[in-house]
C-alpha cells in the first residue's frame, strides 16, 4: 500500500482559499487513483473530489463543485486539493486517499485501500 501525508490545513476565514497538499510514497504514485474525503466534527466521512491515474477522469461533490480544483503531479507524486470561496460548513478533517494498482476512482470510501491522517481545515465566519 502507498502511504499517504496530507499537508495544507489551517485556519482561515469565509471566503479564502486554501491549498491542501498529499504526499505519497512507498508504491508507484501514477498507479493509484486519489481522492480525497471530509468529515466534520461528529458526522461521517464524505467524498469531496478524485482524480483518476492520469488525470482523464475527474469528480467533484455538488458541495465543492466550483470552487474545488483537484490535481496531480505524478513527478512529484502528490496530489492537492485547491479550495476557493471557503465556508464555515467546509470545517472538517480532510483525508487523502489512494485507490490499490490500477484501481477506479469512485465516491465510496470503501474503494480506496490507503488514508493519510488527515489535516484539519477550519473556516471562520
Known amino acids: 500500500q502507498v502511504q499517504l501525508v496530507e499537508s495544507g490545513g489551517g485556519l482561515v476565514q469565509a471566503g479564502d482559499s486554501l491549498r491542501l497538499a498529499c504526499a505519497a510514497s512507498g508504491g508507484t504514485f501514477s498507479r493509484h487513483g486519489m481522492a480525497w474525503f471530509r468529515q466534520p466534527l461528529g458526522r461521517e466521512r464524505e467524498f469531496v473530489a478524485a482524480?483518476?491515474?492520469?488525470?482523464?477522469?475527474?469528480d467533484y461533490s455538488d458541495s465543492v463543485k466550483g470552487r474545488a480544483t483537484i490535481s496531480r503531479d505524478n513527478a512529484k507524486n502528490t496530489v492537492y486539493l485547491q479550495m476557493n470561496s471557503l465556508k464555515p460548513e467546509d470545517t472538517a478533517v480532510y483525508y487523502c486517499?489512494?485507490?490499490?494498482?490500477?484501481?477506479?476512482?469512485?465516491?465510496?470510501?470503501?474503494?480506496?485501500?490507503?488514508w493519510g491522517q488527515g489535516t484539519q481545515v477550519t473556516v471562520s465566519s
Open positions: 482524480i483518476s491515474q492520469f488525470g482523464s477522469n475527474i
Open positions: 486517499a489512494a485507490t490499490g494498482i490500477y484501481g477506479t476512482v469512485s465516491r465510496r470510501a470503501t474503494d480506496f485501500g490507503s
